[in-house]
């Protein structure tokens, strides 16, 4: 069978605190597995951005004490872009699964585009990268 890890790659999960919320099951799936290439951020400004601003509750809960009782190997919250820069460089350099937590305002840009791809063709991109080789 081929591989199809992409191990010599890292990979890059952007995720938002309410989506972390409502899938916690996945972290602990992932501290099981324990990917070293992967590298989990988890932008938290305390709301469903994304569908009108509803509050969530993740500013109340440690979400990097979760991952780490999760198993994560390295943990790490960012407050400042220094901060934000210096947990990206070790996220970068070094093996392991990262979880990187990031403060945030409630907030987007005006012109932030929104998706223009249907989740179907998502996937279809998505298998079609991860049987390349």
Not at 65 to 88: H, I, P, R, T
Request: glycine share 10%.
């Amino acid at each position: 069978m081929e591989n199809i890890n992409k191990l010599e790659q890292k990979i890059w999960c952007i995720d938002g605190d309410g989506a972390v919320l409502m899938h916690m099951g996945a972290m602990a799936v992932m501290g099981s597995v324990k990917p070293q290439n992967l590298v989990h951020i988890v932008i938290n400004n305390g709301a469903h951005e994304t569908v009108g601003g509803m509050p969530t509750v993740a500013q109340s809960a440690d979400l990097p004490a979760v991952a780490k009782a999760c198993g994560y190997d390295m943990v790490s919250q960012a407050a400042s872009f220094a901060e934000l820069d210096k947990a990206l460089q070790a996220a970068k350099t070094t093996a392991g699964l990262h979880f990187i937590e990031v403060a945030s305002a409630i907030g987007a840009r005006e012109d932030l585009g929104r998706p223009t791809t249907t989740a179907l063709e998502n996937k279809q991109n998505f298998m079609g990268y991860v049987a390349s080789v």
